[in-house]
């Protein structure tokens, strides 16, 4: 409890513990209730047993009082706090966790996103895509959406309104209580992790995609309406919610392509923007392609720091994050690269894409490359190219950035000839365009694997 003892060593010069009681009958509420409670609203410290349960002590610490009646002071202060909970969980349970679901009818989203009934819809919808994309069988996608349905129904309880640390661990307890199946009710618990930064992961898979659909559908949401956070204002946590997609993308393998979950989640979102523009004229909601890119952006930019806390170059980083559309993929190029970042034939790598690049820019268009060329060297640089853009693409179809890099290297001694030996800005128009043509292929085939030219070599 170190941030309750934090909190306590504040607010007191002379502090003096006392153990205190529950009453047993405060036991029959699950203990998450009683412990946030306790912490919450009296500043309690719980005590459990070597197996984590709650007992019937508590510590409660004041400032210098010696008096006799302070326990039983602070256990009637306690019981009645206790017995609001109680009451709270009885009447919640009147409930089942099914029926409450038509109560998020009630309760808004985001401005101009609609309600949370309409979230869930979303939700499950994404959920059960995200499951078909990740190889669930029948019975895991069944599960996933049950979870979705009922993920956010414990948000109408009277328990989370009064305690809202305690939504999903409510939705557990009550799902349980509703009868439904122990999978779907850890699974409710599991789409809000993680909640913070040293949190835990969800465990299950079904889980797991639910925290991510639910996040992804915020995130795209946010965006569509332009709240955006900008310096160290976040009031919808939308940084929160990508690091937990980051961490749990990256933590769990999980290789789904940014790109098309956003599309995704943008397509469920069109029937509330259309009710808005009919309904109210609001016809303020960004486009996709606007949306996308700045989320992508926004996602690149949160991957920075956690690849940097792994001692990854800042050169590397920005190389890798040019082009992001996989968080796994991009964190497994990442090491590799910072891996070989001082070997000669990656700085050779680096200073043929970089020379390319400069020369290919003279060429304001894609053309294909007329075969038949003139000179020997650019008949050997494109014969190669060839065949290692067919390498290349089938290395990034195994996810081997190794085997990438290593056909890239084959390039670099070409490269060199050409550029010794053939002049690029030829005055015959068709050399010219043929041979910048062909530079800008390979320019495009060094980007398939990073932008090198962010690389930075030494002297």
């Not at 070597?50 to 039983?72: I, R, Y």
């Not at 409450?100 to 819809?121: I, M, W, Y």
């Not at 946010?222 to 933590?251: E, H, K, Q």
């Not at 003139?374 to 494109?382: I, R, W």
Request: hydrophobic residues 40%.
């Amino acid at each position: 409890e170190e941030d309750l003892l934090e909190e306590v060593t504040y607010l007191v010069e002379n502090p003096i513990p006392y153990v205190g009681k529950l009453d047993k009958s405060f036991l029959s509420i699950p203990q998450d209730v009683l412990i946030t409670s306790m912490k919450k609203n009296q500043k309690y410290f719980p005590l459990l047993d070597s197996k984590g349960k709650l007992t019937e002590k508590f510590v409660v610490v004041t400032d210098g009082c010696k008096n006799a009646g302070v326990v039983a002071g602070n256990q009637k202060v306690l019981s009645a706090r206790l017995a609001d909970a109680k009451f709270f969980f009885e009447e919640d349970k009147k409930l089942p966790l099914d029926v409450r679901r038509a109560d998020l009818e009630k309760v808004g989203f985001f401005k101009k996103l609609g309600t949370l009934a309409h979230k869930v819809e979303r939700i499950a919808k994404l959920s059960e895509l995200f499951g078909k994309r990740l190889g669930l069988d029948e019975a895991g996608l069944q599960t996933v959406r049950r979870i979705a349905q009922l993920c956010k129904a414990d948000l109408t309880t009277k328990m989370v309104y009064e305690f809202p640390e305690l939504q999903g661990i409510m939705g557990r307890e009550y799902a349980l209580l509703s009868g439904e199946d122990a999978r779907v009710a850890q699974g409710i618990f599991e789409h809000y992790l993680p909640r913070h930064a040293e949190d835990q992961l969800p465990k299950s898979l079904e889980g797991t995609i639910v925290a991510l659909a639910d996040r992804l559908d915020s995130l795209v949401g946010s965006f569509s309406i332009g709240a955006i956070p900008t310096g160290s204002v976040d009031p919808y946590g939308l940084r929160r919610a990508v690091n937990g997609i980051i961490r749990i993308m990256v933590a769990k393998s999980i290789d789904l392509l940014l790109d098309e979950m956003i599309e995704h989640s943008y397509k469920l979102y069109e029937p509330v923007f259309l009710s808005f523009m009919f309904e109210k004229g609001d016809t303020s909601y960004q486009d996709f392609p606007k949306i996308k890119k700045q989320i992508l952006e926004f996602i690149a930019n949160r991957l920075k720091p956690m690849f940097s806390d792994q001692g990854i170059r800042y050169d590397i980083i920005d190389a890798v994050l040019f082009d992001c559309n996989d968080i796994l993929d991009c964190s497994v190029k990442a090491e590799i690269l910072n891996q070989v970042v001082d070997k000669p034939w990656f700085a050779g790598i680096v200073r043929s894409a970089d020379r390319v690049s400069r020369i290919a820019k003279n060429s304001s268009r894609d053309a294909a490359v007329e075969v038949d060329l003139v000179e020997p060297e650019e008949k050997e640089l494109f014969s190669l190219y060839m065949k290692v853009n067919w390498e290349v693409g089938e290395a990034i179809n195994k996810e081997d950035w190794q085997q990438a890099l290593q056909a890239l290297a084959r390039l670099t001694e070409p490269i060199e000839r050409f550029f010794d030996k053939v002049l690029v800005m030829h005055e015959d128009e068709r050399l010219k365009a043929n041979r910048l043509a062909l530079l800008k292929s390979l320019e495009k085939l060094y980007l398939r694997v990073a932008d090198f030219r962010k690389v930075v070599l030494p002297g």
